[in-house]
């Protein structure tokens, strides 16, 4: 008998348990998603969802993620962030917000034709939607009323123009994450601004330990090689390394910052980070999504609104260095 | 098989005292699937009555949306574990047929059922070799299965840039044939004039059949007895080889219908899809009831764990709460199901005696 007890307390404990340490965390969010709907955004009390496609634990999006919460409080709307890389999970976050009849959704667009269906479905719904980072080609075409991000492709170029300029004439990019087309654009772009062939290497950003053996082997078997165009801050900061590793004289240049980048920057073992200034990406949205909701405005005109590229090199770096810690840069 | 045995029931009146009472719960706490129901219910009446929007008609369709492929792949990955093997390359399998029907339509020209039906060959190819290895080898199944889902992880890769010179598969919307894909694999079913995904059609058909293959057939039987003691199941005429094999396979066409269904809804596949999903489908199989020791479970349990997973995953986004935190969720509620498990398995051992 006693035993029949705790088993069934056992079972029934589990999603109590878990209810029990989130209720109080609830009753205000519950509040926000369900007063919001329609009517609500006469009186100015809206809710916009954010739902990119960043993995947890990036601090690429995390930055994003910050940007858009930090105008929801400028604002005085609310925000709701989520995420997931997997693209039919994504599509399902974003139905998810439909269904709460937010007054705005903002999406990431890697993969453009998987969120086809979803995005179409929140304009349907008469939700206005804003397109970040990828997918500036069809954010319209899907009903989005703007675009914002950084033209993968362009910024490339900005890269590849920049190395060029610096002499570089055989240069490898590292690619970071397998399925990720915007990274693939940026390597092409840095083809075109260089004038050559960039060649690809690709790594795995769960495991930098080894994405930096892997870029010391291939700078080792090829000393020819004279610059390294990593995607991802900390993809940088291993090339760095590898490239001292193998008494390789480099030049190394990134995709994006964070604190790391920027002290090696500023001694110099990186050269130059492409910017996409992602804060602006999750800032920008909430702002014009406020704007459209009481005033009908739109931004870009039907094009892309672009947060980048900008450079961070040597010239500017010091400035920088205290936003990046606080996590906006 | 019960017509035979009617006779003894019509006097109950002098009971055997040779056979132990069993009272209706511990009959009941025996059944594989009590704690994943348990579990279910409680979220669907926690996260109802927290939100109007989960428990609308929109908001089911959404989680049975994302329960639905899960529970397709959980069901099937449930009776190879009933059958004492683990599948880690079922998730990327998912990746590789979903490619595979992205690459033959579009960049072989094909109209798209033939792309369907080479995934499906291949599949069942890939299911029949982690099969036979694992049955000629001896090896866990654990190490065969991580073989090849490290090198289905690199041919995904490899290939698609092989193929289209990019990470993704696209255009497969254009491909011929592709309406007739859509209607059965990615459409969508009107009730109460919400729109539902056909794929938890699916998903409800793959329980039943599983359900009924592993409680009604001679093959349940095998499922059961390889996967309770492999040599004791030989010894009395189990082809235990042939059962382990073509549970393989039924995971590797499982893999490939939740492909197929990626590849016709999305119209582009990146190279990485599936990759880590194999431990999810685990996940809800145990949370199902399923022994990691194999010989215990069932499909309904499974198909649960999947339900459960959904609801908690998009529940948790209807709250507004901190997504951050889904896997914490998740990984408690693993827990809790394997002690759970762990205290019915004694109950069954001690209802046996």
């Known amino acids: ?158 890269a590849g123009q920049r190395l060029a300029q610096d002499g570089a004439t055989n240069v490898l990019c590292v690619v970071h994450e397998a399925g990720n087309i915007g990274l693939e654009q940026r390597c092409d772009g840095a083809s075109q601004g260089l004038g050559s062939e960039v060649r690809l290497l690709q790594v795995d950003i769960n495991d930098l330990q080894a994405a930096q053996s892997t870029i010391t082997s291939q700078l080792q078997s090829d000393p020819t090689i004279d610059a390294v165009l ?62 459209y909701a009481q005033n009908l405005n739109t931004v870009g005109g039907g094009q892309p609104v672009l947060t980048g590229p900008g450079i961070v090199d040597s010239t500017n770096v010091d400035e920088i260095a205290d936003l990046a810690s606080a996590g906006t840069r | 098989m019960s017509a035979t045995r009617e006779a003894p ?44 929007v989960f428990r609308g008609l929109s908001g089911i369709a959404n989680w049975l949306d994302v329960a639905s492929t899960l529970g397709i792949m959980a069901v099937a990955v449930a009776l190879l574990m009933i059958g004492g093997h683990f599948d880690l390359s079922a998730g990327v399998l998912t990746g590789t047929t979903a490619l595979t029907v992205g690459i033959v339509a579009t960049e072989l020209d094909q109209n798209i059922w033939v792309a369907i039906g080479a995934a499906l ?31 289905l992880q690199g041919l995904n890769l490899g290939l698609t840039k092989l193929f289209t ?26 009730v109460f004039g919400q729109p539902f995904r056909v794929a938890i059609v699916w998903w409800l058909l793959a329980t039943a059949v599983a359900s009924w293959v592993l409680l009604r057939t001679r093959f349940g039987n095998w499922v059961f007895a390889t996967g309770g003691d492999e040599v004791a199941s030989r010894n009395v005429g189990v082809p235990a080889r042939r059962t382990t094999i073509t549970l393989f396979m039924t995971t590797a066409a499982a893999a490939w219908l939740v492909g197929s269904i990626t590849a016709v809804r999305l119209t582009s596949v990146q190279a990485n899809t599936g990759t880590g999903q194999e431990l999810i489908y685990i996940v809800a199989a145990v949370i199902g009831g399923c022994l990691l020791t194999g010989g215990f479970g069932s499909a309904i349990g499974a198909a649960l764990g999947a339900l459960v997973f959904g609801m908690t995953q998009q529940g948790i986004v209807y709250l507004d709460w901190d997504a951050d935190w889904f896997y914490f969720f998740l990984g408690a509620m693993l827990l809790l199901a394997v002690l759970t498990n762990r205290l019915v398995r004694r109950y069954a051992e001690a209802a046996r005696r």
């Open chain 1, 230 to 291: 990593t995607l991802n801050s900390g993809v940088a900061s291993v090339a760095a390394a590898a490239a001292s590793d193998a008494g390789s004289e480099a030049e190394i240049a990134t995709f994006d910052l964070n604190g790391d980048v920027i002290s090696a920057i500023q001694d110099g073992s990186i050269s130059f980070a492409v910017d996409q200034q992602q804060y602006e990406q999750g800032y920008l949205p909430i702002v014009m999504l406020k704007l």
């Open chain 2, 165 to 190: 010179g990019t990470v993704v598969v696209r255009g497969i919307a254009e491909a011929p044939g592709y309406h007739s894909a859509e209607l059965l694999l990615a459409s969508t079913i009107n």
């Open chain 2, 9 to 52: 029931v019509e006097r109950p009146v002098r009971a055997d005292e040779r056979l132990a009472a069993v009272g209706i719960w511990r009959r009941l706490l025996v059944k594989p699937e009590l704690g994943s129901l348990i579990g279910a219910v409680v979220i669907l009446a926690f996260f109802s009555a927290q939100s109007d």
């Open chain 2, 121 to 151: 060959v291949l599949a069942l190819a890939i299911g029949f070799a982690n099969g036979w290895l694992v049955t000629r080898t001896g090896l866990p199944s654990f190490i065969i299965t991580l073989g090849t889902f490290l090198m």
């Open chain 1, 1 to 158: 008998m006693a035993r029949r007890t705790r088993l069934l307390a056992l079972a029934l404990a589990a999603p109590l348990l878990l209810s029990a340490c989130s209720t109080d965390d609830s009753g205000s969010g519950d509040g926000g998603g369900g007063d919001s709907g329609g009517s609500a955004a006469a009186d100015g009390d809206l809710s916009f969802a954010v739902v990119t496609h960043g993995s947890a634990g990036d601090a690429f999006w995390d930055v994003v993620q910050k940007g858009a919460e930090a105008a929801g409080e400028d604002l005085g709307v609310s925000v709701d962030y989520q995420s997931d890389g997997d693209p039919q999970r994504q599509s399902q976050l974003v139905q998810a917000a439909v269904n709460q009849d937010v007054d705005g959704i903002v999406v990431s667009m890697a993969n453009p034709d998987a969120l086809q269906d979803s995005v179409e479905a929140a304009v349907a719904a008469g939700i206005p939607v804003i397109t970040i980072n990828s997918g500036a080609e069809q954010s319209a075409q899907f009903g989005a009323i703007g675009h914002v991000g950084q033209d993968e492709a362009i910024a490339g170029q900005g």
